[in-house]
């Protein structure tokens, strides 16, 4: 079994990190690897010529609305969370992805919306069964949390589009989460779809919202206080059989982002949070870190430090410092 000793430190190089974990690794269950994870992640494909979305609040709807063009281009840097393309979070070695969608009226269809509507979640689905279908033994987290404009006819419309996007890929739902990506793979399952509404519920092939728990589940105001939440919890932390999401994201209110209009998320939250939280999982175990998100999952390297706590305690990485293909020390 290939080690990351051969993959090197181009971010290219974890499109397959799951495929190449050595096999210990591969039959203990999926909720015990850690996974790196986009916040809002479809939000790259969100751009200021798209209509508001109905996950503002009602002030920021009336900013954009009476400021029109210059509005529409503030909500968009206040709510865009990754740069990367859909393609390049996959490649890069994102397997955990987050979404908001919300029934396009004018249309018909569902898209993705982060503070204004972006791609049809059909696009976005899409992609990621493309990449599937060349990188066999990868797995996917699609976790739909957060709905807008529809009732339950629109789910059910919704699900038989998901279904017909992934097809036998789907993994049925099982009580406690232990699936593995052996287990996984034997079954020729690929994605784990897990949908935030009761109906769900009358559906085998999609895992129950409470399948996942958050931490934090509120959002915190400064990367300080997320840190020390998030110290807390290891210190608090029981065996819970589910998938369990750090969310390494800080979103500022509505006032502070007033004050700071001109500026941005990235600019003002997501490049300091990010390398905070990519320095935090540096010094953290396999065990103690799950599934985490960030914003801007390019930033810092975000992705390799989280996907390599997985096998820094094995023992093929216990001879020496690790090198890149090119020979030199890789941090």
């Given at each position: 079994m290939a080690?990351?000793?051969?993959?090197?430190?181009e971010v290219s190089q974890f499109a397959d990190?799951?495929?190449?974990?050595?096999?210990?690794?591969t039959t203990i269950p999926l909720r015990s690897l850690a996974i790196p994870g986009s916040n809002a992640s479809f939000s790259c494909t969100v751009t200021n010529a798209n209509q508001i979305s109905p996950d503002n609040s009602l002030p920021v709807k009336i900013f954009g609305h009476i400021s029109c063009c210059l509005g529409k281009e503030r909500i968009l840097q206040w709510n865009r969370t990754q740069d990367l393309s859909v393609v390049q979070q996959l490649t890069s070695g994102v397997r955990y992805f987050e979404a908001q969608v919300a029934a396009y009226s004018s249309t018909g269809d569902f898209r993705v919306v982060c503070g204004l509507y972006g791609d049809e979640l059909s696009s976005c689905m899409s992609?990621?069964?493309?990449?599937?279908?060349?990188?066999?033994?990868?797995v996917i987290i699609l976790d739909i949390n957060k709905f807008y404009n529809m009732n339950d006819i629109l789910h059910m419309k919704l699900l038989s589009i998901i279904t017909h996007s992934f097809d036998d890929k789907l993994c049925p739902y099982e009580t406690g989460g232990d699936v593995s990506l052996s287990s996984l793979w034997a079954q020729g399952h690929r994605v784990i779809v897990i949908y935030h509404h009761d109906i769900v519920n009358e559906y085998d092939n999609f895992w129950p919202g409470d399948a996942i728990f958050y931490h934090p589940r509120l959002t915190s105001i400064s990367p300080p206080d997320l840190l020390c939440q998030l110290e807390t919890n290891l210190k608090n932390a029981t065996d819970k059989k589910l998938?369990?999401?750090?969310?390494g994201v800080v979103s500022f209110s509505n006032r502070m982002c007033l004050l700071r209009l001109p500026s941005s998320r990235k600019r003002e939250i997501s490049s300091i949070v990010t390398p905070e939280i990519t320095s935090w999982v540096k010094d953290k175990s396999r065990a103690e870190i799950p599934i985490i998100t960030v914003d801007f999952v390019n930033l810092s390297n975000f992705v390799r430090h989280v996907v390599q706590r997985n096998t820094l305690d094995?023992?093929?990485?216990?001879?020496?410092?690790?090198?890149?293909?090119?020979?030199k020390h890789i941090e």
């Open positions: 080690s990351f000793r051969r993959m090197g430190y990190w799951m495929a190449l974990l050595p096999e210990s690794l992609k990621i069964n493309s990449f599937l279908d060349v990188h066999e033994k990868e998938f369990k999401c750090v969310r094995s023992e093929e990485l216990l001879q020496g410092p690790k090198t890149c293909m090119n020979g």
